[in-house]
């Protein structure tokens, strides 16, 4: 079954749109079970039916005609369950419907399977038998596990066509919307642009080529490149290669000779496809067909084409990458932002992001709201490589992209930015005024940055300091470690924008989503593995060469602390404050006068928690991750879109653990602050504050969300408020005891007295 099952995906992997995706389907089950009719029928939601999409078996003509309403026949019946119809008597049963077009009165057992994508019923897969039989248990498991298999590919095969303006049966969808998560407030409508990430056949669209000859001289180019790179290889390990491995550098070189691979790319160009979606086409055909193959040897030789065609889309790409013009606004689109294409467009012209991966938790999510821009994450199914060039709207609150809008559709939305320029304006009236409560209390509002462009609309959103400078930013940007100099320099920009406020400097915090490119760390579970601290702790030579650099770039300006991440030991702290010591004492002996700066340590890793006490002896400040504390505490990948609803660190258990820690830290006499996301909501902000936390450091989008709704409120209330929020028993009573409580506060008010306006 297993061998049957992979060929049959192999196949349809390699489908190039919907129809053809589902004729392979009927016609290999059919096959497979040898039964006389397969067929698939898929929900329009634009007319509420399942629609006959393909069929061997029934009659052709039947096929995208015919459909079903959810409550009509058996195929609705398999989809309102959700769950397998078996019958080996169809006609007998009370929902048998029967549609003449099909001609189907001949067949009498019926097994339906569900496809099923992210809890939603995309169709139904039938297959229909002459005489009355019930299909066995290993048919129904086949089917139950093909299905459960086809479903994502029949899901991204249905975006590809909406992206299109297409419904699956074929109908015109104007308006058509892609949902993933809210991951950074704000709506904008600009031209899309996809970025790849590098030298990934799967995902390169076929684009027409404006010149053909000159597409054709630029891929021979890059194939020599290649071709010289492989011979410098094969000379380099000569001495290391048995006969048979030098003859396979022989058969890549002939592969990419110009009467192979290269022959059927150029003549694809020649078509009028670009080079990298030619070249991704001849890929992928190859990779299909050896894939299908039942040989162990064979199918190798899958990865060796894939390998080959890869370093060669990497040169086009590269090459390419030099000449691309952006639009003057343009929102990326991509399968799995890095930090890295946040970087790539020039500044000013991006004003938005979207991700089919990550959720709202993520930290290229985070970074990008610190950057001001409008975000969406775990785009499911989200055809990104089909939208090229293509005019979208970014809709951050709801976590919603439009495609092709409507000129009604683009004016609607064109209203809500007024709205929200206006309110921007609204706000900026209380950047100098102090974030006090009605009451009195003083409560500072810090930033997170990560970039020097964070550090100057921080400053100018009036930040009181920098809470969290997640140094390991600059390192992704990058292709290998910084030396000790270029890390002071850009330390230095930090701190000297923001002197004499003070500036919290984590040390390194890779791993988990934070990948660097030149360093990479392969885990099962990454989350859990040699993170943050971890890695400091392993390579004390790159820890010394961080917190050196940012003490020298501390010289005269005297506003660094130093924070450290994922601690989860007390020891981490004894070793990195012994390190951070070393590293003064050696730098003053070598003429710098350096001084010695306060060391603080996050709280992320909830067993901490519980030792607060350990933890305030050996540091001079505590800095609350609810990021990560979130994400440990409830078990839920911050990074994982399917459980990105289970999120949320307005939870009982979380809120009722900050509690306990800002009871803890401010007991002991030491100065609190948060640095997670949670501080940058301004209903949770309120929260924070009555627990005690001094300072609340967020992205500066929020700064002045968060000042409006404290300015607004008083601490008596607040404390009040929390009294009930740690009472709840899950987040939605919190939230809506929030929503109820807040209603017409701070920028709920400023919104309506905008609105209000407006009329
Ligand atoms: C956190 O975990 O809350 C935090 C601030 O760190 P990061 O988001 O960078 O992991
Ligand atoms: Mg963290």
């Not at 059919?30 to 007319?47: E, F, G, H, M, W």
């Not at 899958?302 to 003057?328: F, G, H, N, W």
Request: charged share 25%; aromatic share 6%.
């Amino acid at each position: 079954m297993l061998q049957i099952l992979h060929s049959i995906m192999t196949e349809v992997n390699g489908a190039r749109d919907l129809a053809a995706t589902l004729d392979i389907l009927v016609r290999s089950v059919q096959n497979a079970l040898a039964t006389r009719v397969c067929s698939v029928y898929l929900l329009d939601r634009s007319i509420g039916r399942y629609v006959l999409m393909a069929s061997q078996g029934l009659d052709a003509a039947a096929v995208g005609r015919v459909s079903l309403a959810p409550q009509e026949g058996l195929v609705g019946l398999v989809a309102q369950r959700a769950e397998p119809v078996n019958l080996d008597n169809a006609s007998a049963h009370p929902r048998y419907h029967y549609i003449p077009e099909t001609r189907e009165e001949e067949y009498e057992s019926f097994l339906g399977v569900p496809v099923i994508h992210h809890a939603q019923v995309l169709g139904v897969l039938v297959v229909q038998q002459k005489e009355r039989r019930k299909f066995n248990a290993e048919d129904e498991a086949f089917l139950i596990t093909l299905s459960a298999q086809l479903a994502p590919v029949i899901a991204l095969a249905e975006s590809k066509g909406m992206a299109q303006g297409f419904t699956p049966s074929g109908k015109r969808n104007r308006n058509p919307y892609f949902d993933g998560v809210p991951g950074a407030p704000g709506v904008v409508i600009a031209q899309a642009i996809t970025v790849f990430p590098p030298a990934d056949l799967s995902v390169i669209p076929n684009r027409s080529c404006v010149d053909i000859k000159a597409e054709i001289k630029f891929f021979n180019g890059c194939l020599e490149a290649v071709r010289v790179d492989i011979n410098e290889l094969k000379i380099k390990i000569k001495g290391q290669l048995r006969p048979e491995e030098r003859e396979l550098f022989d058969a890549y070189l002939h592969m990419l000779s110009d009467s192979a691979l290269g022959a059927e790319v150029v003549s694809l160009i020649e078509q009028g496809n670009w080079a990298q979606g030619a070249l991704a086409q001849v890929a992928q055909a190859h990779i299909n067909n050896f894939a299908s193959i039942n040989d162990d040897y064979l199918r190798e030789r899958a990865t060796d084409i894939k390998d080959l065609c890869s370093r060669v889309l990497y040169y086009l790409q590269e090459k390419q990458k030099k000449t691309r013009v952006y639009p003057p606004r343009c929102i990326v689109i991509c399968e799995e932002l890095s930090a890295a294409m946040l970087a790539e467009v020039p500044k000013g012209q991006l004003v938005g992001v979207v991700s089919a991966e990550g959720s709202a938790h993520s930290h290229v999510a985070i970074l990008a709201r610190a950057m001001g821009l409008p975000a969406v994450m775990g785009v499911a199914n989200f055809p990104f490589a089909e939208l090229d060039g293509h005019e979208v709207i970014l809709d951050g609150h709801n976590g919603r992209v439009y495609t092709d809008p409507t000129d009604e559709m683009r004016q609607r939305f064109q209203e809500i930015v007024r709205e929200e320029v206006q309110l921007t304006e609204e706000l900026e009236s209380i950047k100098e005024l102090p974030c006090e409560t009605l009451d009195g209390h003083r409560v500072q509002l810090w930033v997170n940055t990560g970039l020097l462009t964070d550090v100057l609309r921080s400053r100018e959103r009036g930040a009181e300091g920098i809470g969290l400078f997640r140094t390991e930013v600059p390192f992704m940007l990058r292709e290998s470690f910084p030396t000790e100099t270029e890390q002071t320099a850009i330390y230095r920009d930090q701190l000297e924008a923001f002197h004499p406020k003070m500036v919290t400097m984590r040390t390194l915090d890779i791993g988990g989503d934070k990948p660097l490119s030149y360093f990479p760390i392969k885990e099962d579970n990454p989350f859990l593995g040699w993170r943050g601290i971890r890695v400091s702790m392993d390579h004390p030579e790159l820890f010394l060469s961080q917190v050196r650099a940012m003490l020298r770039a501390s010289v005269g300006f005297n506003n660094l602390q130093i924070l450290l991440p994922m601690i989860s030991q007390v020891g981490e702290i004894d070793t990195s404050t012994m390190l951070i010591r070393r590293a003064q004492r050696e730098l003053f002996e070598e003429g710098h006068a350096v001084q010695m700066p306060p060391i603080g340590v996050m709280i992320e890793v909830p067993a901490m928690a519980w030792q607060v006490a350990e933890i305030v002896k050996r540091s001079d400040f505590v800095s609350v991750g609810s990021n990560d504390l979130t994400q440990y505490m409830l078990a839920v990948d911050r990074n994982n879109p399917r459980v990105t609803n289970l999120f949320s660190n307005l939870h009982p258990a979380v809120l009722r653990v900050m509690n306990k820690i800002a009871e803890e830290v401010t007991a002991a006499g030491k100065k609190l602050s948060i640095c997670g996301e949670m501080a940058g909501n301004p209903a949770a902000s309120v929260l924070l504050m009555a627990m005690g936390f001094d300072i609340l450091s967020m992205n500066a989008t929020n700064l002045l969300k968060v000042k409006a709704m404290i300015r607004d409120i008083t601490l008596a209330q607040a404390k009040a408020l929390l009294v009930q929020a740690l009472q709840q028993e899950d987040t939605e009573a919190v939230v809506s005891l929030l929503d109820r409580e807040l209603h017409g506060v701070g920028l709920d008010r400023l919104r309506r007295e905008v609105r209000e306006g407006q009329d």
